[in-house]
Structures are given as structure tokens and as C-alpha cells.
């Protein structure tokens, strides 16, 4: 939980701490979030990481499925509001960089100035779309490793993590994919993400066959079967994203409440009042600051 309305977060610090977190060699968890709110339910649980997905962006501010509808200039400007609003390492979805290795140049140095700890570029064709969609096409291998070179090259000294990610699995094969992946270490990923394995035969062999530390992509209801979290850390890999798993959920639960609302006439009662939804977010943090600076609870109540 933050405790003060103005947490310290150091350009570096996240990269930093994440790094830490993956050579302490257990698994490190990262739920997906996709507003203020989500980023601080997920702190206030006490992850250690959080991932900001892609999909959960363009479902949640545009209202769009993930087809690549995103410009890297929305992305940014989102990723900077969530970096404002937790001290947790972000891990940072940049789909296939924007373009080509200047674009991917771009993009990598603007989320170094945000202070994001990691991003992972893939190497579908663009647009691209959600990895568990059917219809997936990836760029050349030779072009894909060159858009990592690129971002390895733009990180320059700072700590951020380049995490690549292959999309391979579905229209080439697992051992194409593997391949690729290894490719991908060659050019200088630091992690790599190989998206969509079918079945836990295939994770078993992506962590035996590639040469780097691995992500996991946990989806409700995906192409990947969806395993524990202590399974995966004994399989080898090192990172867990849940992309959709706060977006999904607050799906789910907005519309049981719609659903009340319209079939009753009332809103539902068991959910969170405004000292509660405010407490998440830090009211007492922003009030005890107030009565620091000014003698009073100038920021009101929680009921005004």
C-alpha cells in the first residue's frame, strides 16, 4: 500500500529492482494493470512487478480489440500515467516497436526517460494482433533480430530489460520458434517470450531448448494451457505476465453490477464505498500530508 501521495521512483530504480528479483532466481509474478486503480490493488497485494499489456490498453482506453490499433504515442502517454501512479517495476508491452529499427530506437528511449524496468518487441508482421488470435504472420527472422539489436543498442547503459518475443509457434512451428527465440538471445535479448506453446509438453521444451531466461504468457481460456505459478518457476522460466487478468475480471464484474442495476433498479451492495475505493488509491496518505502542510483535512472527507 503507498503511504504517501508522492512515492520515490528513480528513473533507474525499477529496472534495478527487477533485475534483482529474477537473479534471486524465483519466479516473479506480474499482474497485468491498465489504469491507476489496478496498479494499486496489485501493489497493495504486495506483486513485486506489474506488466502493462497491449491488449488490456486498447480494450480499456479505446475500446478496441488488439489489432495494432494502438500508436506508440497512446502507449506512451498511458505508460506514463501508470508509472505516476505505483513504485513498481513496470514491464512494458511496445508490440513490434512502431516500425522499423528507427522507430524501435524511438520507442526504446522514450520508455529508458519513463523509467519502465523492461519491454519485450516481438516479431509479428505489423499490424499485429493478440497472440491467441488465429491469422498471425512474423517479419523475417533477420528482421526481427535486427529490431533487437536496435533496442538493446537505444537502452545504451541503463538496466532496462529487452525482452523479445516470438510469434512463430503458431504459423511456423515449435521448432522454428525455438530457433527464432535463440536468434533472438544471439542479437542480445536478455529474456525471451515465446508466445502461444499448446500444450505443457511445449513449455517443457521451450524452457530446455532455449537459451535465455523465459516469460510466461498466463491467459484465462488461451491457447496455452494455464499452469501454477510454482509449476512454471520449477519448469525454469523466470517472469509470469498476466496480461488480461485485471481487465477481464473488472469485465466481468462491471457487468454483474450493470446487469443488478438494470434488473432491479438498484446498485449492487456488495462492493466498495468511497472510504474504501479511496483508501486503495491513498487518501490517507493525501490527508495526513494535508494536516501536515496545513493544519487541516483540506482534501475533504470521503463522503463529501
Known amino acids: 500500500m503507498i503511504s504517501s501521495p508522492v512515492p520515490e521512483r528513480g528513473p533507474q530504480s525499477g529496472a534495478r529492482r527487477l533485475r534483482e528479483l529474477l537473479a534471486a532466481g524465483d519466479l516473479v509474478t506480474a499482474p497485468g494493470i491498465y489504469d491507476g ?32 490499433l494502438m500508436t506508440a504515442s497512446e502507449m506512451a502517454a498511458h505508460v506514463a500515467r501508470l508509472r505516476a501512479a505505483t513504485s513498481l517495476p513496470l514491464i512494458v508491452d511496445i508490440d513490434t516497436g512502431y516500425g522499423n529499427e528507427l522507430n524501435v530506437r524511438r520507442t526504446v528511449e522514450t520508455y529508458r526517460r519513463l523509467g519502465v524496468a523492461a519491454v519485450h518487441i516481438e516479431d509479428q508482421v505489423f499490424p499485429k494482433r493478440c497472440g491467441h488470435l488465429d491469422g498471425k504472420a512474423v517479419v523475417p527472422v533477420e528482421e526481427a533480430a535486427s529490431k533487437v539489436r536496435a533496442a538493446v543498442a537505444a537502452r545504451g547503459d541503463d538496466e532496462m530489460i529487452i525482452i523479445a518475443r516470438t510469434d512463430a509457434r503458431a504459423p511456423l ?14 542479437a542480445g535479448a536478455d529474456m525471451i517470450f515465446l508466445e502461444a506453446p499448446r500444450s505443457r509438453g511445449e513449455l517443457e521444451e521451450v524452457a530446455q531448448k532455449v537459451r535465455a531466461p523465459l516469460v510466461a504468457n498466463v491467459i484465462a481460456r488461451s491457447r496455452t494451457p494455464v499452469l501454477p505459478a510454482a509449476d512454471l518457476g520449477r519448469l525454469g522460466f523466470r517472469l509470469a505476465i498476466y496480461p488480461l487478468l485485471s481487465a477481464a475480471a473488472a469485465a466481468a464484474a462491471v457487468d454483474a453490477a450493470l446487469s443488478t442495476l438494470a434488473e432491479s433498479g438498484l446498485p449492487p451492495t456488495d462492493v466498495h464505498g468511497p472510504a474504501e475505493l479511496f483508501g486503495i488509491v491513498g487518501l490517507d496518505g493525501w490527508l495526513d500530508w494535508s494536516k501536515e502542510y496545513t493544519g487541516s483535512t483540506a482534501a475533504g472527507s470521503a463522503t463529501d
Open 173 to 186: 512451428g515449435l521448432r522454428d520458434a525455438i530457433d527464432r527465440a535463440n536468434a533472438y538471445v544471439d
Open 37 to 68: 486503480l489496478t496498479a494499486a490493488l496489485v501493489e497493495r497485494r504486495g506483486f513485486r512487478a506489474a506488466y502493462v499489456s497491449g491488449a488490456s490498453a486498447s480494450v480499456s482506453l479505446l475500446g478496441e480489440p488488439d489489432l495494432g
